[in-house]
T-cell receptor, first 110, second 112 residues
Framework: GENVEQHPSTLSVQEGDSAVIKCTYSDSASNYFPWYKQELGKRPQLIIDIRSNVGEKKDQRIAVTLNKTAKHFSLHITETQPEDSAVYFCAVRNGNQFYFGTGTSLTVIP | EAGVAQSPRYKIIEKRQSVAFWCNPISGHATLYWYQQILGQGPKLLIQFQNNGVVDDSQLPKDRFSAERLKGVDSTLKIQPAKLEDSAVYLC??????????FGPGTRLTVT
């Protein structure tokens, strides 16, 4: 199976600063890399994703970069706002299986 | 469009009892997933359906967990008998293309 590691486990940033969360995976056959945001007591919500044939994708303040050679991908949030505070999970699709990271608790300090 | 629906939202049972969860996916989504999310961890995939067929159930503890999606729409996940370590949030998700997943609100199960 796939092994997904996510870092850091907690992250605090000042409002307006950038936040970066990184995930590594082990199987080069993995082909889809989504990021989910989960607010306390709520469902995970897909915020951005990238497929293995693309190196970078951006959607307003969030972006994801993928390095297939190094087997890692990162979530970048710019101009952070208090409402960005949540737990963020990366995931990897390998075959029919989805493997999730352990989550990063992001706190944006006003 | 309406989202993924799940019920009940909360359930408290004693160990060795049985429990069932229900999921109604987004209309038109052929793929349905059940996940277990233990507090402080990421979701763990238990089973994936494509229409009414099982695609992957390699991480489903089949001695106590079962799931079905008889008509290719709604699905139920059952635990019998429950153990203390089954306490978790059970999330259902659906997808139209087996990539982008949309999650339901989850069922929080407490086993005492």
């Amino acid at each position: 199976g796939e092994n997904v590691e996510q870092h850091p486990s907690t992250l605090s940033v000042q409002e307006g600063d950038s936040a970066v969360i990184k995930c590594t995976y082990s199987d080069s056959a993995s082909n889809y890399f989504p990021w989910y945001k989960q607010e306390l007591g709520k469902r995970p919500q897909l915020i951005i994703d990238i497929r293995s044939n693309v190196g970078e994708k951006k959607d307003q303040r969030i972006a994801v970069t993928l390095n297939k050679t190094a087997k890692h991908f990162s979530l970048h949030i710019t101009e952070t706002q208090p409402e960005d505070s949540a737990v963020y999970f990366c995931a990897v699709r390998n075959g029919n299986q989805f493997y999730f990271g352990t989550g990063t608790s992001l706190t944006v300090i006003p | 469009e309406a989202g993924v629906a799940q019920s009940p939202r909360y359930k408290i049972i004693e160990k060795r009892q049985s429990v069932a969860f229900w999921c109604n996916p987004i209309s038109g989504h052929a793929t349905l997933y059940w996940y277990q999310q233990i507090l402080g961890q990421g979701p763990k995939l238990l089973i994936q359906f494509q229409n009414n067929g099982v695609v992957d159930d390699s991480q489903l503890p089949k001695d106590r967990f079962s799931a079905e999606r008889l008509k290719g729409v709604d699905s139920t996940l059952k635990i019998q008998p429950a153990k203390l370590e089954d306490s978790a949030v059970y999330l259902c998700a659906s997808s139209f293309n087996s990539y982008e997943q949309y999650f339901g609100p989850g069922t929080r199960l407490t086993v005492t």
